[in-house]
């Protein structure tokens, strides 16, 4: 069955923290610069992040989390949450929620967030603290700061909107699918606008999780590359405010699937990615020819850039400009969907699609398809991929109107 086309939903304002700084402007600059927000994760390092065991790798770590959250939200603070306030108070982003809540009212503005860490860095911290003290420490009278939800309350509290609020977690495609979600909030009326976002934290969890996995790199990880040796972990926030009907610029379409091919592999013929690349295009009316620019996901794991690269080139002609910009800000896991879509939207504006960096030699297997060096253009229809374990995968399609 041919999925819908999308009711036309415009996105009013965006807003991304990233380990290349802070806003828009800190972020499309780093893009410009090909530089790398990737840091050694030393020892100085690993004890700002509260590990207590050394793991070699690099990491894209966002600076200026360490002040706690004002007094008045202290039952939300963790660093997840931190993330998320330093996010929103970017490019005028508080602004122009408060001015939707002014035009449609704080119960018709909805909140959809992913992660996948959510606040697990505080319930790490109070399991170290019972293991030197033989307590825990006094925990908010509030248990949900312990809950996966804990970043959509916490940023609902924050915006003082009182729509539906949901907090999406399918890893790594958890907030390009919180698109999806909006934008069925506002086709089907239950809400006039919608925050939507993603943020992911750097914690124990996840960075001895993945090397578990041994999918973390021991040096700056290089997506689609010759010599990729796994991932670099990232941190980052985004936000979206999307709204009903025509704007400069648009969500024209959105695509989910589930493979469930693996426990962490793709499916080797990434027919759920497949899957989802075609749902989104049928909903923008469009087909690959239309696409100028495609943010891939590009972990640099060996199995991910292999069957998305595969697709790339089964579907995709020389014209669209692809790259991944994990080896500059990290896998924001949770956080990478919105990441993605923030990327589009500036390549949208200014038109500039960055390249494929630090990655020097590509695999030759799809070396002609990937976009190494950043170029110039008019962008005027992007695509973002977001692909999770267990083959939970997101397609999402941006145009720009004029």
């Known amino acids: ?129 019972l293991r030197e003290t033989g307590q825990f420490p006094l925990q908010p009278a509030d248990a949900s700061l312990h809950t996966l939800h804990a970043l959509g309350a916490f940023v609902q509290a924050a915006l003082g909107v009182h729509g539906p609020c949901s907090t999406v977690s399918t890893a790594c495609s958890s907030s390009a699918k919180a698109f999806a979600t909006a934008e069925r909030l506002l086709r089907t009326g239950l809400a006039d606008a919608v925050v939507v976002g993603g943020v992911d934290t750097l914690c124990g969890s996840t960075l001895f999780g993945f090397h578990a996995l041994q999918l973390v790199s021991p040096d700056p990880c290089q997506p689609f590359g010759l010599h990729r040796r796994g991932l670099s972990l990232g941190e980052a926030a985004g936000f979206a405010l999307l709204e009903r009907g025509p704007g400069l610029l648009q969500l024209l379409g959105h695509g989910e699937s589930s493979d469930a091919h693996h426990l962490s592999a793709p499916h080797p013929q990434g027919l759920g990615a497949e899957a989802a690349l075609d749902q989104a295009l049928a909903r923008a009316g469009l087909d690959t020819q239309a696409v100028d620019f495609l943010h891939l996901h590009g972990t640099a794991t060996p199995l991910n850039d292999e069957v998305e690269a595969a697709l790339l080139l089964r579907r995709f002609g020389p014209h669209t400009h692809a790259s991944s910009t994990k080896g500059m800000l990290g896998h924001t896991l949770g956080a990478a969907g919105v990441v993605g879509g923030v990327v589009c939207l500036l390549a949208l504006e200014s038109g500039w699609m960055p390249g494929n960096r630090p990655t020097e030699v590509l695999d030759p297997a799809f070396r002609q398809r990937i976009a190494l060096h950043p170029r110039q253009g008019d962008v005027r229809v992007a695509v973002s991929n977001a692909f999770g374990f267990g083959g939970s995968n997101c397609v999402l399609v941006w145009g720009r109107s004029a």
């Open 1 to 129: 069955m041919v999925p819908p086309h999308l009711a036309p939903t415009h996105v009013s304002a965006y807003t991304a923290a990233t380990a290349l700084g802070v806003g828009q402007a800190a972020l499309l600059q780093g893009l410009r610069d090909a530089g790398t927000g990737l840091a050694a994760l030393d020892e100085s390092l690993g004890a700002s992040l509260g590990l207590t065991a050394p793991l070699s790798t690099w990491v894209g770590r966002v600076d200026g989390l360490e002040a706690p959250l004002p007094a008045h939200w202290s039952a939300w603070d963790c660093r997840n949450n931190r993330l998320a306030w330093l996010g929103l108070q970017a490019d005028g982003f508080l602004d122009a929620v408060q001015s939707a809540r002014t035009r449609h009212g704080a119960d018709r503005v909805a909140v959809v967030v992913g992660t996948t860490t959510g606040s697990v860095g505080a319930t790490e911290a109070a399991y170290r603290t």
